[in-house]
């Protein structure tokens, strides 16, 4: 991309005003302007060639290109669109422009962008496992000086997105899975919040009245295979388990087989072949009575529901599970290192801006988030209105990472190998022994090959 609009100064002129000086800056100077009084013989004989100041420190506005999926999730491109202006309001010099794609688009393109040397977007937004990847290859920066200007404090957490002890990606959501329950259809079938996994298996089966009524769902169609190994790593993960350590595949573990097993005592009480898509206005109709979902699955249903109360039924059960453990996902807003230094700049004028404690509490609260990824991010008396949110609290968090070991790089890989097999399992034409045990070496393959490349 080229710079644009930059000023051309030389030699005739030996002074500026001081609102010159401002828009340009001490940089400016030091590179030249203000040249000292043993230099001014030259000046008149040789032109200057300064350092110029970004573009739009200049008078020109700079149009940055913010790239999400957020645009097309309801309730959260509301917020983000909602800050935007906000942020538009408030200066005259940046103003950012909506790119992207939807949700399962956007991760195989960026990867595809990623690999061909150049991302689109001069801010975009990933999941932790691209980020992690896109971090690796080089395409983010340091951010600590955002962080700095903003004056706030991050969570622990954030440090998975640090490279070299800096952090190169700003948490803007963090998702946590849980059990989430219209608890009108809890109470109407007699059923409570489950004590164990037993205790699960009958609530769900009690709650099911096919063809119009359905226990549970979780994704599972053989054509959306992202959005199924999204939420099917969270059923080895509720037996206390992984999929990976290291480079290691654990798909024959106990935990893994056993959460198979699982989904697939459930899978009868699914609607069997609903997309991801319909299955959300299902249970917006309160004809599905549970999910195992992310926390940020909540805002959809507070604004696209064809119940009107269902959100005030909502609620996320407390840990039954072995472990109590739940997938903690945090999504970073990066910087892209490939984009103009003009554009880098002034991303980290709205990166600062939005990072602000004021700034970021109010994002939070339009998107219906509950975990703050700075100190003091969620207002006490925001919380207490979320009477769904008491189950995802408890949960202990167990990162990507954690859950992936070094395949969190190669998640869509991996998945591609597991969730072919996954079908067989709920088909009946394998075993989930005999398919994680196909699986397993499929998955030991690509280790092979990914990591000794």
Not at 310 to 316: E, F, I, T
Not at 326 to 335: F, K
Not at 382 to 389: E, G, I, M, P
Request: net charge neutral.
């Amino acid at each position: 991309m080229s710079q644009q609009n930059k000023s051309q100064l030389n030699g005739a002129k030996s002074t500026i005003s001081r609102r010159e000086f401002l828009k340009i800056g001490a940089g400016a100077a030091a590179g030249g302007i203000l040249a000292g009084a043993g230099a001014k013989a030259a000046q008149a004989a040789t032109p200057l060639v300064p350092r110029t100041a970004p573009a739009f420190l200049q008078g020109a506005k700079m149009e940055l290109n913010l790239m999400t999926w957020f645009w097309t999730e309801p309730g959260r491109s509301d917020a983000w669109r909602a800050m935007i202006k906000k942020f538009h309001e408030s200066q005259s010099d940046i103003h950012i422009n909506e790119t992207g794609y939807g949700e399962n688009e956007y991760f195989p393109k960026i990867l595809v962008q990623a690999k061909s040397g150049k991302i689109e977007g001069d801010m975009f937004t990933e999941t932790p496992d691209g980020f992690l990847r896109l971090m690796k290859d080089g395409h983010t920066i340091s951010l600590e000086d955002v962080v700095k200007k903003a004056g706030v404090t991050l969570s622990k957490a954030q440090d998975m997105l640090r490279k070299d002890g800096e952090v190169n990606g700003l948490d803007i959501v963090t998702v946590r899975f849980g059990l989430l329950y219209n608890k009108a259809m809890f109470d109407k079938a007699g059923v409570g919040e489950p004590k164990n996994m037993d205790d699960w298996v009958a609530g769900v089966k009690a709650l099911t009245k096919k063809p119009n009524q359905f226990g549970i769902f979780s994704p599972h169609v053989a054509k959306d295979p992202f959005t199924t190994w999204f939420v099917l790593q969270q059923w080895a993960v509720m037996f206390d388990g992984v999929w990976a350590k290291g480079q290691t595949p654990l798909l024959t573990s106990d935990p893994v087989i056993n959460g198979i097993k699982l989904f697939k005592t459930m899978y009868d009480y699914m609607p069997q072949g609903t997309e991801a898509a319909a299955s959300n206005k299902m249970f917006g109709a309160s004809q599905i009575a549970q999910m195992m979902v992310v926390s940020a699955a909540v805002n959809e249903w507070k604004n696209s529901t064809d119940d009107p109360n269902l959100y005030g039924n909502l609620r996320s059960a407390k840990p039954f599970w072995p472990g109590g453990k739940a997938i903690t996902r945090i999504h970073p807003i990066c910087i892209n290192a490939h984009t103009d230094k003009d554009k880098q700049d002034a991303s980290k004028v709205f990166l600062s801006w939005l990072y602000k404690k004021e700034n970021y509490q109010e994002l939070l609260e339009r998107c219906l988030d509950v975990i703050p990824a700075i100190e003091g991010g969620i207002r006490p008396e925001y919380r207490a209105t979320l009477t769904w949110a008491d189950g995802y609290d408890a949960a202990t968090a167990i990162t990507v990472p954690e859950t992936l070991g070094d395949f969190v790089f190669y998640n869509d890989e991996l998945g591609n190998v597991v969730i072919p097999h996954f079908q067989d399992v709920l088909t009946g034409t394998a075993s989930a022994e005999d398919a994680m045990g196909e699986a397993q070496k499929e998955a030991e393959a690509l280790a092979k090959r990914v990591f000794s490349s």
